[in-house]
């Protein structure tokens, strides 16, 4: 997870959750949620209690439980976006976006589909791991963040999923960063440029930017090609002249025009 969210605005009523999450009830067991006829009220206030209580699992199969007693009651649709949510509360990330993914299947034009969406757009994000391993969720998390935004422009969901967006794309610059520079240290300068390059087409706006500019002036000097060098190094002078890394480019730029001088 990159950084903490804040609370669902759908849950607010929950808010007790977060605090017990942990905390579950040591008498809760398999009858809790084995199959008994149970009037849909009822139903839905044990589901809701058991969330209160800080038993998010228990919560969802019980909110799973009215769906499948009651399919055709009102309960049944708040049901299942409650049931997505406490799937969220205990962190089965997976489980909670195949049932957002339900609900909107069902109700796509129900008034609580923008949180669902976002809901879903929550549990990739909080799935994203670091730059050393595979991406493929921080992408996923980045198309759904998207969606909410494209969907839902003038919502609170879409001001927190374009925070979440630039963390995002920080995330993905720094994968890249991260092979090019293995790439330079194998010796497969053309490899690293690709990615560097692809960070300031991409990227441009995340923090990796200025030093992709320098891999690139590092990476064209290596390939023997000093005029795209000097204007990669102008064009970090231009943007980051206070950067650590334009000074490092400028270094490097000019012990290779003394080195050629020399020679």
Not at 60 to 72: G, I, M, S
Request: proline share 4%; net charge negative.
């Amino acid at each position: 997870m990159i950084n903490s969210i804040r609370l669902p605005l759908l849950a607010a009523s929950a808010v007790s959750v977060l605090a017990l999450s942990g905390c579950a009830s040591s008498n809760a067991g398999p009858n809790d949620t084995a199959y008994v006829a149970r009037d849909v009220e009822t139903l839905y206030t044990e589901a809701k209690a058991r969330l209160d209580r800080g038993q998010p699992k228990l919560a969802a199969a019980l909110f799973d439980e009215v769906e499948r007693q009651h399919p055709y009651s009102p309960w049944s649709r708040r049901a299942q976006l409650m049931s997505a949510f406490s799937y969220y509360v205990a962190s089965d990330y997976n489980q909670a976006i195949q049932s957002a993914q339900r609900f909107l299947s069902i109700h796509p034009g129900n008034k609580d589909a923008p949180y669902a969406y976002y809901l879903i757009a929550l549990s990739y994000y909080e799935q994203i791991s670091d730059v050393q391993r595979d991406q493929k969720v921080t992408e996923q998390a980045q198309v759904a963040l998207r969606e909410v935004v494209r969907r839902f422009p003038t919502t609170s969901y879409a001001a927190d999923a374009s925070l979440k967006l630039d963390l995002v794309q920080d995330h993905l610059a720094g994968k890249e960063m991260e092979i090019g520079r293995f790439y330079q240290e194998s010796g497969k300068w053309l490899a690293a440029e690709i990615r560097f390059q692809n960070v300031i087409d991409n990227f441009q706006t995340t923090s990796h930017a200025a030093e992709a500019l320098y891999r690139l002036t590092e990476s064209s000097l290596a390939l023997g090609v000093p005029v795209e060098a000097k204007k990669y190094a102008a064009v970090l002078g231009a943007n980051y002249p206070d950067s650590e890394w334009y000074e490092k480019a400028y270094e490097l730029i000019q012990d290779h025009a003394a080195n050629v001088t020399v020679s």
